[in-house]
C-alpha cells in the first residue's frame, strides 16, 4: 500500500526542468494540467489523462491553446509520489505522435523517478 502525504495527498516530485517548463505555458494550461495532477495526488485520473503509449504507469495529459499544443508526462506507478517527468510543447507540424527526442528525455527521466523512489 503506498503512504499518502497529508490528508491522503500524494506528494508531486518534479523531475529536472519539468516545473519550470510547466511555468512556463500559458495561464490557463497550467491550472488544467495543476488539477490534473491534484487529481493524480488524490487517486483518481483527470479526463484528459491518457496512458503514454510505450510505458506502464506513465500518463500524458494534452491541451491545446490557440494553435499549440502542451503536455505533461507523469509517473503514477512509482513509490510513494506522483513524479512529472516532462512538460514541453509539441513542435513537430508532423502527425500527433510524441517525437522520439521528447521519448528518450522521457525515458532517462523515468530512470531518474525510479532512482529516487528507491532512496537514490
Do not use: C
Amino acid at each position: 500500500m503506498r503512504e499518502m502525504g497529508e490528508g491522503g495527498i500524494r506528494p508531486v516530485v518534479w523531475i529536472r526542468s519539468s516545473h519550470e517548463d510547466l511555468k512556463k505555458f500559458p495561464a490557463d494550461i497550467q491550472d488544467e494540467m495543476g488539477y490534473a495532477l491534484y487529481i493524480a495526488q488524490i487517486g483518481d485520473k483527470h479526463p484528459k489523462a491518457r496512458p503514454l503509449k510505450g510505458f506502464s504507469g506513465v500518463l500524458e495529459i494534452r491541451s491545446n491553446y490557440a494553435s499549440d499544443t502542451y503536455r505533461a508526462v507523469y509517473a503514477t506507478k512509482i513509490g510513494d509520489a506522483i513524479y512529472v517527468l516532462h512538460a514541453f510543447q509539441k513542435k513537430s507540424k508532423r502527425g500527433i505522435g510524441t517525437p522520439k527526442q521528447e521519448i528518450a528525455l522521457i525515458r532517462r527521466r523515468l530512470q531518474r523517478a525510479q532512482e529516487l523512489a528507491q532512496g537514490g
